[in-house]
């Protein structure tokens, strides 16, 4: 299983942007790129995911390098209650009968100061 | 729609004891997986049933067993509890077809003393 790199933790102001890194250099051409987010105290939530392209949805934006071996999760106003820890998970293509688990590592912890 | 439901939401065991952990998918949802994580840790997955049948286990004991109901939810069973087993127990659902996004229920938070 392909594996991510991530910064233990990050700290942001609120309603400024912020941009979370993660590098995956052993990514294969099929691993899609999918970030989830746990708040204290919940499990974790779909954020995004992409395969080359860059994407946007009501959530974030993922920017995904041209080479593929590095993504960064951009919030573009963070607020308080993005404080969590993000999880950057490369996961591969759907396949009858395959688990297609979910491979965590320990993830970003973002703090957001008022 | 509930989501993904888990109960009880705390439990506390004396070591040897047994426990049985309980979750219902998101509606619509023919997946579940297990995950356990231990404080400050990323979620570790345990183990994936559809169709009633357990599809890949993760590195987990056979202490750890699982069930998967003709409705869909599931229960994890943990016999002979450890106090490394002290976690919080997190049941995600999913769709069998597609790369889609699991939904996780809130936890159990297993402390065993």
């Known amino acids: 299983d392909a594996k991510t790199t991530q910064p233990n933790s990050m700290e942001s102001n609120e309603e400024e942007p912020v941009h979370l890194p993660c590098n995956h250099s052993?990514?294969?051409?099929?691993?899609?790129i999918h970030w989830y987010r746990q708040l204290p105290s919940q499990g974790p939530e779909y954020v995004i995911h992409?395969?080359?392209s860059n994407v946007n949805n009501r959530m974030a934006s993922l920017a995904i390098a041209e080479d593929r071996k590095s993504s960064t999760l951009i919030l573009h106003r963070a607020t308080l209650r993005d404080a969590a820890v993000y999880y950057c998970?490369?996961?591969?293509?759907?396949?009858?009968?395959?688990?297609?688990?979910?491979?965590f590592g320990t993830g970003t912890l973002l703090a957001v100061q008022p | 729609d509930a989501g993904v439901t888990q109960s009880p939401t705390h439990l506390i065991k004396t070591r040897g004891q047994q426990v049985t952990l309980r979750c219902s998918p998101k509606?619509?949802?023919?997946?579940v997986s297990w995950y356990q994580q231990a404080l400050g840790q990323g979620p570790q997955f345990i183990f994936q049933?559809?169709?009633?049948?357990?599809?890949q286990r993760g590195n987990f004991p056979d202490r750890f067993s699982g069930h998967q109901f003709p409705n869909y939810s599931s229960e994890l069973n943990v016999n002979a509890l450890l106090l490394g087993d002290s976690a919080l127990y997190l049941c995600?659902?999913?769709?069998?077809?597609?790369?889609?996004?699991?939904?996780f229920g809130q936890g159990t938070r297993l402390t065993v003393v």
């Open positions: 992409g395969l080359t």
């Open positions: 052993t990514i294969s051409g099929t691993d899609y």
């Open positions: 049933y559809y169709e009633e049948e357990e599809r």
């Open positions: 509606s619509g949802h023919d997946t």
């Open positions: 998970i490369l996961r591969g293509p759907w396949l009858r009968g395959a688990t297609n688990k979910l491979i």
């Open positions: 995600a659902s999913s769709l069998e077809q597609g790369n889609t996004e699991a939904f």
